[in-house]
């Protein structure tokens, strides 16, 4: 570490690090100079000429650009200082509109306390001009307003925009006397390319950026964010019993304090009306409203009568791991059977199947905060920046750095904005595509033979496979250029270190294990794992995705990837529960709705998911769940799925609760309650889901539920789960642990595979793979391909997303997005109503024209149920991770 720098302000020996300006030394020793530009997120600008200062020698000089050096002597006072500080303050204020006491940034604005500092002199003020005309406010945003007025041209929005999100939304116009922040052509927000994240809000030194709706919260409590599987931290904002606000946790190492739209403004759902706030049992075709103690009651003696394989479970992904851990152990150890799973099943099965095969480890290799100092990126199937905004952030901050970004997707996504080189490869042709790119490396002599020597194994029969992918071959499969594949991969083998990020875009095919291993292959041909920067990192979709998978609440595995049908595992498992286990892996949620349509399976346990919408085939969902004999539907809405349930639990949310979750970096880090659940501490009101699942095991009779908190559930999961032996709640207090963490004094893994690989071995395995195309593809009855996205503004089935109005607002239907010249064909036109149709059903969906999707491809989401998507994708599924194919099947449009 460098020397630090000594220097004097105003007779004050200070030391600064080396690289900060004298601003930021002499606000980090607690020395006061007034600015109004500076942001310490941000370059410096010097806009604002009030951190003026006087370094001996030199004169007059912005604080906030000169750099420290030793020796230097620095006055923040003097008269000259003081009388360039009074006119620019004088200046601010004269056209500034100052009704302070309505303001939302009241007490906490920047020119309040500059002009407290500076003395203001009111005979002065009056002899200035001050402006005529009031400009117009911009309303248009659900979230936030613009009003130039207040506005003080210090330009930190246009930098955060700019800098910090990639989104330059907005900027400086018409310069001089009239100068303003305005969107491109003086649109109203909403109608830019704003993405209303709010982080030019929070950083607005005034009131010009102002929120809708402000109640200073009377407490916070910190806590995860519970949308995507990035993790970042939060600290909800309580007034009452309400969630009044959220900001970021500037302390938690992922997001450092940025946050996107869901993440600040997403969290009304847990106020909502709507919320279940008691058991409902349905009689006679309509719910009743009953007790704890009688419906917990009822499903005990129900579920008692469907032990063994006639009963299944289905946790979630979005509560926390203390309760999948508790779902899965239920459904095991009381219940007796295997039959429990999640929805990783829809999103990164293969990840676990296929990382598992060439890493020994399903998990994403590396660190978040990682990203920024990457020297390459493949980012392949991925949307990052609507799925994972903050990540997406990460992403930029490498390609500001300098970073080659390479973008593989059939879409041109927002990512592609800032690529290097986009492969606009066709849905389903994910591996022709990397064998194509390893084929180039190994040919041009570009792969790391000393790391493939001394780490890996099965190299040559791999190599061999290389052989079926010849650049005319890939190209014909791909619609790539060659010598963009020739680009590409000379570009990821040599720009190192290099890192590969990627999403559901490669996972949910019938070759999606496939895809993740073509990944884990170039990244072990170029020695790009186990390194920092480096690796084959997917992006989880859900909070706790990772969790879950961790916690055993899949069909073939007990909690830390123990398998079930391994002796050794089974006996661990049967001691510490004091029961006898199941030894044959359970079903899939596709082979259970199956089962259930052939009558083998007769009772459901759904916890915290809503298959109605979110699977594939869903209308045969639909009816398995209108034949079995018993579905208990545990969740925080009445959602689609519930409707159909014979008896409804009414969930805690996790501002209602403690636990933890873990994100897509193996970080654990801690849920804490913020509010008390609607309903309230009755014998109704909403309860968190493991209080719920231990009530009914108790009732059945079984022992080992009876926990006093999640602390304890934690301690058991510890003592069992090899890679969360050393994390403890008292550990997890101030900030996360990454996983594997070995025990009460280890400091968690940042990055896996630095010294060995978790295989057998102790290498990373080349897996030989061939090319086998999607289950469906076009032919004259249904000629174009669907495939499905996520929107910035929704979450999943849109279960907690749509009941913000805001989020709505910004997002309030399903499109299907088509190319232009398509649309022309079919003599479409942009609002239209069209029914879109493939072998499985039809729905109706307002047209939208676009170039986003080449010619041959269309693409919707899937979060509104009122043009349900999965009613028409494939449940075909790839025969190692059982995943169904929701990212390719065959469509046909028809004018509706």
Request: net charge neutral; hydrophobic share 40%.
């Amino acid at each position: 570490m460098a020397d630090k720098i000594t220097l004097a302000i105003d007779g004050v020996r200070i030391a600064a690090e080396p690289g900060a300006t004298v601003l930021e030394a002499a606000l980090a020793a607690g020395i006061y100079i007034p600015h109004l530009c500076y942001h310490p997120d941000l370059e410096p600008v010097g806009v604002c000429r009030l951190c003026m200062v006087e370094i001996e020698g030199r004169g007059l000089t912005l604080s906030c650009r000169a750099p420290v050096e030793q020796g230097l002597v620095v006055r923040t006072e003097s008269p000259e200082i003081e009388a360039v500080r009074r006119v620019a303050v004088e200046l601010l204020i004269v056209n500034h509109h100052a009704d302070c006491l309505s303001c939302t940034a009241n007490d906490k604005c920047k020119l309040q306390q500059i002009a407290a500092y500076v003395g203001i002199d009111q005979e002065r003020l009056n002899r200035l001009r001050r402006p005529t005309a009031e400009l117009p406010i911009d309303t248009s945003n659900p979230f936030f307003d613009r009003d130039p007025n207040r506005c003080v041209l210090c330009g930190i929005c246009v930098r955060t925009c700019e800098q910090l999100q990639g989104v330059n939304a907005i900027d400086f116009a018409f310069r001089g006397y009239d100068t303003t922040i305005s969107t491109f052509g003086n649109k109203p927000l909403v109608q830019s390319q704003c993405e209303s994240c709010g982080e030019c809000v929070v950083r607005c030194p005034v009131g010009a950026l102002r929120l809708k709706t402000f109640e200073r919260p009377s407490r916070e409590v910190k806590t995860t964010c519970p949308y995507c599987g990035t993790g970042c931290g939060i600290w909800l904002g309580v007034r009452g019993n309400r969630i009044v606000s959220a900001r970021g946790d500037a302390d938690n190492p992922i997001n450092r304090g940025a946050l996107c739209v869901k993440g600040r403004f997403g969290h009304d759902f847990v106020n909502h009306p709507a919320r279940l706030t008691t058991p409902l049992v349905k009689k006679d075709g309509r719910f009743v409203k009953t007790t704890w103690e009688q419906v917990l009651d009822l499903i005990a003696a129900e579920f008692s009568r469907h032990k063994g394989r006639q009963f299944a479970a289905i946790s979630s992904a979005k509560i926390t791991n203390e309760e999948n851990y508790l779902v899965q152990k239920f459904a095991r150890a009381v219940m007796g059977t295997n039959h429990i799973d999640h929805c990783a099943r829809l999103c990164h099965a293969p990840s676990v199947a296929g990382l598992a095969q060439s890493f020994g480890s399903g998990a994403m290799t590396n660190s978040i905060g990682e990203i920024p100092n990457a020297a390459s990126i493949l980012a392949i199937g991925t949307n990052t920046t609507a799925a994972h905004p903050v990540i997406g952030q990460k992403v930029y901050q490498a390609v500001l750095g300098g970073a080659k970004l390479i973008v593989a997707n059939p879409k041109r996504i927002d990512l592609c904005r800032w690529a290097t080189i986009f492969l606009q490869h066709r849905p389903g042709t994910d591996v022709a595509l990397l064998m194509g790119m390893m084929r180039v490396i190994v040919d041009e002599r570009l792969a790391d033979e000393t790391f493939i020597a001394e780490r890996c194994e099965n190299f040559d029969e791999f190599k061999a496979s290389l052989a079926d992918f010849d650049l005319d071959t890939v190209v014909q499969i791909t619609g790539v250029a060659r010598e963009k594949i020739v680009e590409a991969a000379r570009c990821y083998a040599t720009c190192r270190p290099s890192s590969i990020l990627y999403a559901m875009g490669i996972t949910q095919h019938t070759h999606g294990t496939d895809n993740v291993l073509a990944t884990s292959n170039l990244a072990l041909l170029t020695g790009n794992v186990g390194k920092p920067s480096t690796g084959v990192n997917p992006l989880r979709g859900q909070n706790n995705v990772q969790g879950a998978c961790d916690m055993g609440a899949l069909p073939n595995v007990y909690p830390g990837y123990q398998r079930v049908n391994d002796p050794a595992g089974r006996e661990k498992f049967e001691s510490a529960w004091g029961c006898r286990l199941d030894d044959s892996p359970g079903l899939t949620p596709t082979e259970i709705f199956d089962a259930i349509c052939r009558g083998e399976i007769n009772a459901l346990y759904l916890v915290g998911e809503n298959p109605i919408l979110s699977e594939a085939n869903s209308k045969h969902v639909e009816d398995a769940l209108n034949r079995i004999g018993l579905l208990v539907v545990q969740d925080i809405f009445l959602t689609e799925t519930a409707q159909l349930a014979h008896i409804v639990l009414p969930a805690a949310t996790f501002a209602e609760k403690d636990g933890t979750f873990t994100n897509t970096e193996r970080r654990v880090q801690r849920v804490r309650q913020a509010v008390e659940s609607p309903g309230g501490p009755s014998t109704y009101g909403a309860r968190p889901d493991c209080w719920i699942t231990c009530q009914i095991a108790k009732r059945m009779g079984a022992r080992g539920f009876d926990f006093a908190s999640p602390t304890e559930i934690m301690a058991e999961i510890a003592s069992l789960v090899p890679s969360y032996q050393g994390i403890s709640y008292q550990r997890l207090e101030d900030e996360g642990l990454q996983w594997p963490c070995l025990g009460p004094e280890h400091p968690g893994t940042a990055f896996l595979h630095a010294e060995r690989f978790a295989t057998g071995r102790g290498r990373g395995r080349f897996v030989p793979l061939e090319y086998r195309p999607p289950a469906e593809v076009p032919d004259e009855e249904y000629p174009l391909v669907l495939t499905t996205d996520r929107s910035l503004f929704h979450f999943h089935t849109s279960t907690m997303t749509r009941k913000v109005e805001g989020l709505c607002a910004l997002n309030d239907r399903e499109l299907l997005r088509i190319n232009p010249l398509d649309a022309s064909e079919l003599g479409i036109t942009g609002g239209q109503t069209v029914r879109l149709s493939s072998r499985r059903g039809t729905i109706t969906v307002e047209a939208y024209l676009t170039d986003v999707c080449p010619p041959g491809v269309v693409s919707t989401t899937f979060h509104f149920a009122e043009s349900p998507i999965n009613v028409l994708t494939n449940c075909a599924l790839d025969p190692l991770a059982k995943i169904p194919e929701t990212k390719v099947c065959a469509v046909r449009i028809e004018k509706s």
